[in-house]
């Protein structure tokens, strides 16, 4: 069931809170990621249709602390090159996904970038990083079942 008063994101449901009612009222809209999303071990980053990051868990708040405490309010084609610029203008324009693994610091990561929606249109972009561990299994589910 789908009320009127939800942003529905692949994976994440975004509800409207009283806590971030003063900074969103300009957008006409209040979002809030719910608490167990806040601590979860994947870097989050939702902004909306022009680029203004309007929200960032801890752990996206962590990755990019070099950049400041956290970046909710600015926006991403001041930190992003015009290549990238480009691709998130691609992405809000054909609604399509950009899924890619990349290597920082000794570490891999999986990014998953994705517009998200309200009422049928894009409202923005979501950006999942996720930590992946040096050796990871890869199950066929279209394989034939084991028997037991």
Known sequence: MKRA???VIPFIFLAINE???GFYTKHKRNIM???WFQETNVALTVSDKNGQIIYMNQKACAVFSKFGECL???NLKN???ETSVQKMAHLLESGQSNIYTIEKNGRKKIIIQLPWSSNQAVEGLLELSIELPEEMPHHNRDAAPISP
Request: aromatic residues 6%; proline residues 0%.
């Open 33 to 35: 990621i719910s608490d």
């Open 79 to 81: 930190c992003h090159n």
């Open 72 to 74: 909710v309010g600015s």
């Open 5 to 7: 008063d939800t942003i």
């Open 19 to 21: 806590r971030f009612r």
